[in-house]
């Protein structure tokens, strides 16, 4: 069965902390990818990364990085938190071309107070 | 660029009936693929079905399917037989090819099934 896993489903967070939010694949897949979603605007893309080392702006980078050291592996990294990056953060990852499914994780609400 | 529309904010259905959620989409790209998305309250996001731009014929799945209109750039997708489960948020997904792989997702659909 794929697996998709984030390693925090809710944090509540003080402006200014850092905040890191991890994702993990088990498909060995190329594309890993980060969206932001808010009520009534869909699901944003944040940061996207094709190959280990590899990564690229999405449509909302700003106050957002990102690592990938590993294949399975891609962080989220918000340096210093702000109350409008409270939100639902969702990870996934898929094989390269058209045809083939975008597999998600279950989610992180973060809360920044 | 990609685009994905979904006009729809909210839809209502009686259960056991069928309904249809819109979604229309933009692309340059002469090779793509469209998906649906379910994501319950729970915040999962559960993949429905898929319709590449080459397939001939309309996909299902189950109680799901895809009335996919190319020359109007439409995929609407038909649930048949609602059931409460099904009230959810429904996203409206494509990707292309080559250069434009990335996922493009519209903003959604809530459906709302009635008793």
């Known amino acids: 069965d794929v697996k998709v896993t984030q390693s925090s489903r809710y944090l509540v967070k003080r402006t200014g902390e850092k905040v890191f939010l991890e994702c993990v694949q088990d498909m060995d897949h190329e594309n890993m990818f980060w969206y932001r979603q808010d009520p009534g605007l869909g699901l944003r893309l944040i940061y996207f990364s094709y190959d280990v080392k590899m990564k690229e702006k999405g449509d909302i980078p700003e106050g957002y990085s990102v690592s990938r050291e590993k294949k399975e592996r891609f962080s989220l990294i918000l340096e210093s938190a702000s109350t409008n990056q409270t939100s639902m953060y969702l990870c996934?990852?898929?094989?390269?071309?058209?045809?083939?499914?975008?597999?998600f994780g279950e989610g992180s609400w973060l809360t920044v107070v | 660029a990609q685009k994905i529309t979904q006009t729809q904010p909210g839809m209502f259905v009686q259960e056991k009936e069928a309904v249809t959620l819109d979604c229309t989409y933009d692309?340059?790209?002469?090779?793509?693929?469209l998906f649906w998305y379910k994501q319950p309250s729970s915040g999962e996001m559960i993949f429905l079905i898929y319709?590449?731009?080459?397939?001939?014929q309309n996909a299902t799945e189950g109680r799901y399917s895809l009335n996919f209109q190319k020359a109007r750039k439409s995929a609407n997708l038909v649930i048949s037989a609602s059931q409460l489960g099904d009230s959810a948020m429904y996203f409206c997904a494509m990707r292309g090819s080559g250069g434009s792989y990335i996922p493009t997702f519209g903003r959604g659909t809530s459906l709302i099934v009635h008793p």
């Open positions: 996934a990852s898929s094989r390269d071309g058209q045809g083939n499914t975008i597999y």
């Open positions: 319709q590449g731009s080459y397939d001939q």
């Open positions: 692309t340059s790209d002469p090779s793509y693929g």
